[in-house]
């Protein structure tokens, strides 16, 4: 009997998450348990929303010619000074097969997973996981072709079709 009302309230608490599109593991926190993963969520999306913004911004009015710092070389720069900093992390991923740098290919399941899912028409793939004791979002979001001043250094987007991602963001951020 307790069995049948335990898995009962687990399948109340997650109808709603499955609705949404969102994943909830029966003995996990509770939704209103985990308003820290929430929190998570809410920053990466408003950090996606910077970054992404920042990379138009400086590509738009100081990108001119192959001499100039491209954006997305400010952005890593940016994004390892978080990172020292102790904020999170952020990794700029490839997505087209074909990585400027070795470094920005995907490095672990989940960045292959995201990249796949994103590539599929996602606009976000997430998981939860425990490192070191604590618990991290781990979340992918596309980034698409936005400017035709970004096939400038990469010459392979031009092939890309309108919204279809050639790269996402890798965000790692610690759930409090």
């Excluded at 509770?30 to 992404?52: H, N």
């Excluded at 020292?84 to 997505?95: C, F, I, N, P, Y």
């Excluded at 987007?157 to 996402?168: L, S």
Aim: proline letters at 5%.
């Amino acid at each position: 009997m307790l069995y049948r009302l335990r898995w009962l309230l687990c399948f109340a608490a997650m109808t709603p998450l499955v609705i949404a599109g969102l994943s909830y593991q029966c003995g996990a926190a509770s939704p209103a348990e985990d308003a820290g993963l929430e929190r998570a969520r809410q920053t990466t999306r408003m950090l996606d929303d910077l970054y992404k913004t920042a990379v138009v911004l400086i590509t738009q009015h100081y990108v001119e010619a192959d001499s100039d710092l491209p954006a997305g070389s400010a952005a890593i720069a940016l994004f390892d000074a978080m990172k020292q900093k102790g904020w999170h992390e952020v990794r700029l991923l490839d997505a087209t097969g074909q990585p400027i740098e070795e470094k920005n290919a995907p490095q672990d399941e989940f960045e292959s997973a995201a990249v796949r899912e994103l590539l599929a028409g996602k606009s976000w793939h997430e998981e939860v996981i425990t490192r070191d004791g604590n618990r991290y979002l781990r979340a992918a979001t596309p980034i698409p072709v936005v400017l035709a001043k970004c096939t400038m250094c990469h010459d392979h987007y031009k092939e890309a079709k309108p919204n279809q991602p050639i790269g996402a963001l890798s965000y790692t951020l610690r759930i409090e």
